[in-house]
């Protein structure tokens, strides 16, 4: 029999009208807390879309000023660079290039927005030939060998002006080498951003159409992660925090809210959460189908991120989501 008097726990009542279910909300979304990625790449007033990421493009630099304007309007406070060199080489040249596409690039942004904080993305995969993310020898990629060219890197867009350094080529102790040679180059300023726990994943696809980086040969499973593995997560991420990381990362987002999770309980740092391409365009594809309801899918996803313990979000929606949560409803 229900009592008359205390009917005891309802939690319907904290969903009763939109302002109690505010109220209670437990998981906020801030547009300062997304991170827009851009490609940026070679040539002129060229704004070329990417076929598999339906609404993102590819910008020449002299395009990135309107675009970096955008995202700010909108509230989005900081971009991650990517640069599709015109030309690629076995040593990934153009990737660690003064004069290559990214310094250029953030030089550009900063020349036009000052205040947006820009992060690059450190690798070789976008530069080299072969199309993996470091160089090879006998035809295996050789860590340390690489290093030194993703710490020049890094020194040159830490140079042209990007306060975040992003390294995600998975090389062991790539964070030391940046670290150290920020350092040695008067740029101890500079925020390291480790692609931490990065996984061998399938939601790269369409990423590595927008930027021709897919291997020619094999695959990145001898330096990427195991899909399978959440307990290695947390000692790459152990080695990104003891080599001077300032933030970390688990990438992809939504495969892996596990790991985001159990890096949250462990790790008293910044946590980045990447929502990659495949992320992003399985959305898109599926509301431009009429199958989901774009907006919601999107915001349900972020905020799922958001709730795992991420505090930053990168994610080809940053722009879109970011106006959804400007709009008053
Ligand atoms: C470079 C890099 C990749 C991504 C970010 N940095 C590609 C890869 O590892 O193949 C993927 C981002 C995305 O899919 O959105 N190593």
Known sequence: MIEKKNQGVRLRRLRRSDTIRRLATETDLQASRLVAPIFVRYGEKVVEPIAAMPGVNRYSVDQLGGY????????????????????KDELGTQ??????????????????????????????????????CGVLTGGEVDNDKTLPLLAKAAVEYASAGAE???????????????????????????????????????????????AGSTPSFGDRRSYQMNGANSREAMREIEEDVSEGADMIMVKPALAYLDVIARARAKFEMPIAAYSVSGEYSMIKAASLNGWLDERRAAMEVLTSIRRAGADIIITYFAEQAANWLGEAT
């Open 164 to 210: 975040i350094v992003a390294p995600s080529a998975m090389m062991d102790r790539q964070v030391a080498a940046i670290r150290s040679a920020l350092d040695d180059s008067n740029l101890s300023e500079t925020l390291v951003m480790g692609y931490s726990a990065k996984f061998a994943s399938s939601f790269y696809g369409p990423f590595r159409e927008a």
């Open 68 to 87: 970096v304007n955008r995202l700010w309007e909108a509230g989005i406070r900081t971009v991650l660079l990517f640069g599709i060199p015109e030309s």
């Open 95 to 132: 990737a660690y290039s003064n004069v290559g596409l990214v310094p250029k690039a953030i030089t550009e942004i900063k020349r036009r927005l000052p205040s947006m904080a820009v992060a690059a993305d450190v690798c070789l995969c976008e530069y080299t030939s072969h199309g993996h």
